[in-house]
């Protein structure tokens, strides 16, 4: 008896779970918090879920609920945020594909390469910052498409249509009301209904006027919605983004102008060249093991598409209906103008492979359906049609894969970072700000690192009052009185709030590829930054390195939060030894150096020999103390900290022949 090896529509759900691990799954281990992640797992451990439905009220108050309900149930941790997220990219991906099915029930294969291409949509890039984009943005898209659904089940099916009609109403109430990414959507479910009341009888008049009127409940809700959104925004209460219709507009005409700009940009960036990502990307960094993985990613998925899709039989054979595509081409461009428009009106920016690109969540739907109406109109042949559709997947499966191994590198630096201070400060006084002139990661800010600062060194912290703040006053310039000692200054950190003084600080610098340093006037200038920076010299004077709590036991950091301890570097040996160089016990720097020598380890910035020069030539060492002066004075900036050095040093015992005249 032969054996069909034909593969069923119930066959396609397995499809998208394979898809989402090999898009999303390869980096679940090796993910972590980034940017307002840290804030909110913060605030569920140490305040609880039910903090949230407060600290919302002034930002998005429909959406603490969400907040609520989702910490009540997961862990404060990145394994469980990451597994969350490969969830909810699978039940979004069966949601967008049940939506399509609904509206269009005869192009079922188009309706599957839509889903396909939402599923992997190359333009967005922040899946994983997974707490918050999950609570602030997916879980409402996931109502929102549903919402679509319950329209296109409705008006294909007479029975049941009040009570299905309801539900639709409930979930685009689900939807729309927690966050505002999605209010300029509700049109596209008017040109779903015209697209569906198209298929089913002739001439516009009569189409458009029972689309109206199927529309009108949902245009009701979607009203109330806007009207809401006035009056909230007008209360006072209100303090978040600010509405700005577009930087250079000054008149209505200025206005339409301005955003038929920013459409174009959106149709042209989230729309076509995000799926060209890949191979541009890939071409800057041929020789990257990243890119190899990200292109191997791609190759595999190309080959279980290629072998899935030739296998598939669906309801209705393959036929590449030039109708249709029109349709989702016209629906695509317009979703992509309309999803632009609230990101725009913020006067925020639309820029890939960045954490702006979290905008483009409001486009993942059009998006998806423009790739697929243009896959269509274009390739009429069956075979033709089902490998362009398997290449383009693939190519977004490479992309998502390339970006994981971005913020894959950031976690390990978020790691290395909060192991360095765990090394350099064992303990820290109460209300100590850690001040420095910019963060120097990509997916965190000094409100992203307070918390896990206040995770380390308060781990049992209740109450109202935080205590220990980072602040970027680079990027934060008002935030702080004055830059000399003796001022007051607070900071809202919801729920909480720090309250500090200028006298209460320390500097710290983290350049990338560097250790971490906390700048000490008596050891430090301009000329030990690293880097020229006006702000550095005006904050040297505030840091307090005193503030340290020297002989305490380190910090223990919960591995669950913050991973293992990592094995001894060189940035090790660096901040335990400018932790002994705080309590003057130079033996100890010149121990630590000897071992960090003894295993290979060297500094990448030549600015981190200093203290071991210090203490080699304070421990009687004179030779080794002038061998690494030496090879710091390779760099030609490292002279006068080179020279800094020998001049403490001189107080006691004179200087080595040609180091510093």
């Known amino acids: 008896m032969k054996i069909s090896t034909r593969l069923?529509?119930?066959?396609?759900?397995?499809?998208f779970a394979l898809l989402t691990g090999l898009a999303y799954g390869l980096a679940l281990f090796h993910a972590g918090f980034y940017w307002d992640d840290w804030p909110f797992a913060w605030a569920a451990h140490f305040i609880g879920?039910?903090?949230?439905?407060?600290?919302?009220?002034?930002?998005?108050?429909?959406?603490?609920?969400?907040?609520?309900?989702?910490?009540?149930?997961?862990p404060e941790t990145p394994f469980a945020w990451q597994s969350f997220a490969l969830i909810m990219r699978f039940l979004l991906?069966?949601?967008?594909?049940?939506?399509?099915?609904?509206?269009?029930p005869v192009h079922p294969w188009q309706t599957l390469l839509a889903a396909l291409a939402f599923l992997i949509y190359p333009g967005y890039s922040q899946h994983w910052v997974a707490f918050t984009h999950i609570n602030q943005e997916l879980i409402p898209l996931l109502f929102y498409i549903l919402s679509f659904g319950m329209t296109g089940l409705t008006l294909h099916t007479a029975m049941g249509a009040r009570r299905r009609t309801m539900l639709g109403l409930l979930l685009l109430t689900l939807g729309v009301f927690p966050t505002e990414y999605f209010l300029s959507l509700e049109p596209l479910r008017f040109l779903f209904i015209l697209s569906i009341f198209s298929e089913q009888e002739k001439g516009w008049k009569p189409i458009l006027w029972r689309s109206i009127k199927a529309w009108i409940p949902y245009l009701a809700v979607w009203g109330l919605n806007a009207l809401w959104l006035l009056v909230y925004?007008?209360?006072?209460?209100?303090?978040?983004?600010v509405v700005v219709l577009g930087e250079t507009a000054a008149s209505p005409t200025g206005i339409a102008a301005d955003f038929f700009s920013a459409s174009l940009e959106a149709v042209?960036?989230?729309?076509?060249?995000?799926?060209?990502?890949?191979?541009?990307?890939a071409a800057r960094a041929l020789s990257a093991p990243s890119t190899w993985l990200a292109l191997g990613a791609a190759g595999l998925a190309l080959g279980l598409l290629w072998l899935f899709l030739r296998r598939l039989s669906l309801a209705q054979p393959f036929s590449a209906s030039q109708t249709w595509a029109i349709h989702a081409i016209l629906i695509g461009l317009t979703g992509l103008a309309l999803g632009r428009l609230p990101s725009w009106a913020a006067g925020l920016p639309l820029t890939l492979q960045s954490s702006f690109d979290r905008f483009t969540v409001s486009m993942f739907l059009a998006a998806s359906l423009l790739v697929a109406g243009l896959l269509t109109l274009v390739f009429r042949r069956e075979r033709a049609w089902l490998f362009a559709a398997a290449l383009v997947i693939a190519v977004g499966v490479g992309q998502q894969v390339y970006s994981a191994n971005i913020f894959r590198r950031d976690w390990e630096r978020q790691r290395s970072l909060y192991w360095q201070l765990a090394w350099r400060i064992p303990a820290l006084a109460p209300g100590t700000v850690l001040l420095t002139d910019e963060v120097e990661i990509d997916y965190e800010t000094d409100y992203s690192l307070t918390a896990p600062l206040n995770w380390m060194y308060a781990p049992n912290?209740?109450?109202?009052?935080?205590?220990?703040?980072?602040?970027?006053?680079?990027?934060?310039?008002?935030?702080?009185?004055?830059?000399?000692?003796?001022?007051?200054?607070?900071?809202?950190?919801?729920?909480?709030?720090?309250?500090?003084?200028?006298?209460?600080a320390i500097l710290f610098l983290a350049p990338?590829?560097?250790?971490?340093?906390?700048?000490?006037?008596?050891f430090d200038s301009e000329a030990t930054f690293g880097k020229d920076s006006p702000l550095l010299r005006q904050l040297l004077p505030l840091s307090n390195p005193s503030l340290i709590v020297t002989d305490a036991p380190a910090p223990s950091l919960p591995q669950s939060v913050f991973g293992p301890e990592p094995p001894p570097s060189w940035c090790y040996y660096y901040a335990r030894a400018e932790l002994a160089r705080q309590r003057g016990d130079w033996r100890e720097v010149a121990r630590l150096g000897d071992e960090a020598s003894a295993r290979g380890f060297r500094p990448a910035a030549p600015v981190e020999w200093l203290p071991f020069i210090e203490a080699y030539a304070l421990t009687g060492q004179g030779e080794q103390?002038?061998?690494?002066?030496?090879?710091?004075?390779?760099?030609?900036?490292?002279?006068?900290?080179v020279c800094a050095v020998w001049q403490r040093v001189a107080q006691t015992q004179p200087i080595p022949a040609g180091l510093c005249p």
Do not use: H
């Open 49 to 74: 879920p039910e903090s949230f439905i407060g600290s919302f009220m002034r930002v998005r108050p429909f959406l603490g609920p969400i907040f609520w309900f989702t910490t009540s149930l997961l």
């Open 93 to 104: 991906t069966l949601a967008a594909w049940w939506a399509f099915r609904q509206i269009w």
């Open 625 to 641: 103390a002038k061998m690494l002066s030496q090879a710091a004075l390779q760099t030609a900036s490292m002279r006068k900290g």
């Open 8 to 15: 069923t529509e119930t066959s396609i759900p397995w499809l």
């Open 233 to 241: 925004y007008r209360s006072g209460v209100y303090a978040n983004y």
């Open 512 to 522: 990338p590829g560097s250790c971490l340093r906390i700048l000490d006037p008596a």
């Open 268 to 281: 042209w960036k989230a729309g076509l060249y995000a799926w060209a990502l890949l191979p541009i990307l």
């Open 461 to 504: 912290f209740s109450g109202a009052r935080l205590p220990y703040l980072v602040l970027g006053v680079g990027e934060r310039p008002n935030r702080l009185p004055a830059l000399e000692p003796g001022y007051p200054f607070e900071f809202a950190y919801r729920p909480v709030r720090f309250y500090g003084d200028t006298s209460q």
